[in-house]
């Protein structure tokens, strides 16, 4: 018993030295590491109370008070471009310098990764799919992915012509009220199913079969879901719902119906590509040419449709939020669409359009539907900027270390943006050239596979509707204020009368 005793004894003490040199060399290398880059501690937001109560609750309110940005702006120009900061005893660095936005997505794009948080967060809907997974599993994704956004699959206005169609039919011509925001969100979700598993949901349509009014209704409450998982960070490995779990179940195999479907006709024996030629583009098609493992189609269907539906249909709400309030930016616009004398426009009329092109970069500026994003140091690294008492040395990011960069205050820096930053100024973007300072769509080789899609809809639609009206009256008193869940959108919709040519 004694010598039990003995040997347990000296095997604690082992353990426990062990530990403590593993902590000592740790500290030993990170300091080497810290000294030979130079790098100096960011600025450092105090907290007034124990593990930064204070700042909880300062967020808490903000979101409540649906005023998220503007109070990450107010830190940032309290503490300078990047500061650090300690939330329930977990550090955070926050940063709207280009150069460390670009360092992490692009120049150290494999120091980073997006995290367990989102991942863990989103996997019961989205699977290992490529907007919820690092390393070999997204590069595996994205090399099945990217290939089905060629210029060509892009420039098939087809594919949503028929969902703008609709939308149009929708619009009161009577002067009465109408929430463009609500009408933008079903197109998006009609257009987006069409293109990914070939069948619309129709929610636009004057009927729709029970079954896809069921998955649109799922598909919303598992998202809205998937937002709240991410935003209790790490608790959401605790978080059940049995309400939610239905919801993605049957989203899951909603999708799965069309995906056997294509499994079916590629494994047929009388497949022939050619029955394809003249059809609209189906994402779904290509892919499973690549691929007949059902799990993984479904996965990455569900992950595109949650990463371009909500995105385009945000985008264009603030496009109309703001036409309604600038008769000015209306005017020049419709100006520019009547030289098509009301033929719907192509693909490349569009890309000629260059007020159209600014009007959506300002929005996407001062409104990113992505307005702040993180990522983890997967490794000791360091950003090239923001420490020390000028800013100006690097800052050691030591690994598991979250790194917040806030596209919404980037958009908005007087130092790239001039002193009229916070205007709303299509015309900018004639001279405008802000390089890493602007990044609605991301960066480096995770940027966002659907930009031109979203770009080319966004323009179509917004073309088409100003061919039918001839103005645009608010019927919002308010200044904009935002509506968080995974993207940003306007808190009260885009409430207008539009006005019959
Ligand atoms: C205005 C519309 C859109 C905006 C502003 C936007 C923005 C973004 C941003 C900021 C990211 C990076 C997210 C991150 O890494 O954390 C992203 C990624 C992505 N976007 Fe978009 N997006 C839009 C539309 C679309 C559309 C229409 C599609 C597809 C049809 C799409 C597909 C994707 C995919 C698949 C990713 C993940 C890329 C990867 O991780 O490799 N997006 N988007």
Sequence with gaps: MVVLIYVYGILFAA?????????????????KYVREHGCQPPATLHNQLPFGIDRVREMLRAAREKRFQEMMQGRYLQTGNTFQSTILGRSYIFTIDPRNVQTVLALKFKDFDLGDNRNYAFRPLLGQGIFCSDGPIWEHSRALVRPNFTRNQVADINVYDVHVSNLLRLIPRTGSTVDLQDLFFRMTIDSATEFLFGESVHTL?????ADAS??????????????????????????????????????RAYVDQFVQKAIRLRQSPNHDESQNINKHYVFLNELSKKTLDATELTDQLLNILLAGRDTTASLLSMVFFTLAKRQDVW??????????????????????????????????????????????ANKDTFLPVGGGPDGNSPVFVPKGMDVVYTTYSMHRLQSIYGPDAEEFRPERWGTLKPGWGYIPFNGGPRICVGQQFALTEAGYTTVRILQQFKGIESRDPEPWMEALTLTMASKNGVKVAMIPE
């Excluded at 030295?17 to 740790?26: E, S, W, Y």
């Excluded at 349509?205 to 079969?209: M, R, T």
């Excluded at 069921?214 to 059940?240: E, M």
Aim: net charge positive; aromatic share 10%; glycine share 4%.
């Design 205 to 209: 349509a004057p009927h729709q079969s």
């Design 15 to 31: 353990t426990a030295i062990l530990f403590v040199a593993q902590k000592v060399n740790r500290l030993i290398r990170k300091r």
């Design 214 to 251: 069921r998955f649109a209704a799922d598909f919303n409450q598992a998202q809205d879901t998937l937002a709240f998982r991410i935003r209790i960070g790490p608790i959401n490995k605790f978080h059940r719902s049995s309400e939610f779990l239905g919801a993605v179940q049957r989203s």
């Design 331 to 376: 005017k020049n616009l419709k100006t520019e669409v009547d030289l098509l004398n009301g033929r719907k426009p192509s693909f490349t009329d569009l890309k000629g359009m260059s007020y159209l092109t600014w009007v959506l970069n300002e929005t996407l500026r001062l409104y990113p539907v992505v307005p702040t994003n993180i990522r983890m």
